[in-house]
């Protein structure tokens, strides 16, 4: 059974602070990784993909992948109220051709 | 941009109705489509993924009968929730990718209420 494992939360940070979100994944084979954010009711929307090992930064958000470790980070700096959600990590699979999602970490960010 | 439409975003009808839900990529062709579902405060299941022209594939315990999913292009898929029920109601998202080892873009989801 392939799993991409994460802490389910509440991760609670107080606004400005940068929030840690982790992700570990059981599929040694996988090659492609993803954080999406879910706010409640709505669908999930793709905040970044990350391929190689090491840190991908865009804007306040940076991605951290460690293949050896099997072991993915999103990292969040100047934590927005706005940015309170669920954040899901997701792997490929070894065709590449589906996704294995976590259960998602809910973040709240309190002003 | 990878936009990804999906319709209706909710529907409410009586028990025994055949629903169907369309998920369309606007701005790319998708090699691949997915259909989610997902139960409140939990996380996502995949249901089924649906490559153009071929029969979809399901994931364990979903019923293929159930859920009819039709891919006739590589811009449109669709669900259909035959003889619906209230424990099918859920919210189904739908997802498309351009390529393999490429992120899946979603579509804004389909709120599906059985009275």
């Known amino acids: 059974q392939k799993e991409v494992e994460q802490n389910s939360g509440p991760l609670s940070v107080p606004e400005g602070a940068i929030a840690s979100l982790n992700c570990t994944y059981s599929d040694r084979v996988s090659q492609s990784f993803f954080w999406y954010r879910q706010y409640s009711g709505k669908s999930p929307e793709l905040i970044m993909s990350?391929?190689?090992?090491g840190d991908k930064e865009d804007g306040r958000f940076t991605a951290q992948l460690n293949k050896a470790s099997q072991y993915v980070s999103l990292l969040i700096r100047d934590s927005q109220p706005s940015d309170s959600a669920t954040y899901l990590c997701a792997a490929d699979n070894n065709a590449g051709n589906m996704l294995t999602f976590g259960g998602g970490t809910r973040l709240m960010v309190k002003p | 941009g990878a936009v990804v439409s999906q319709h209706p975003s909710w529907v409410i009808c009586k028990s025994g109705t055949s629903v169907k839900i369309e998920c369309r990529s606007l701005?790319?062709?998708?090699?691949?489509m997915f259909w989610y579902r997902q139960f409140p405060k939990q996380s996502l299941m995949l249901m089924a993924t649906?490559?153009?022209?071929?029969?979809?594939?399901?994931e364990q315990g979903v019923e293929k009968d159930k859920f009819l999913i039709n891919h006739a292009s590589l811009t449109l898929s669709t669900l259909t929730v035959t003889s619906a029920h209230p424990e099918d109601s859920s919210f189904y998202i739908c997802?498309?990718?351009?390529?393999?080892?490429?992120?899946?873009?979603f579509g804004d989801g389909t709120r599906l209420s059985i009275l």
């Open positions: 997802s498309a990718t351009r390529q393999n080892n490429q992120p899946q873009h």
């Open positions: 701005d790319f062709q998708a090699t691949t």
């Open positions: 649906s490559n153009e022209g071929s029969k979809a594939t399901y």
């Open positions: 990350i391929y190689s090992n």
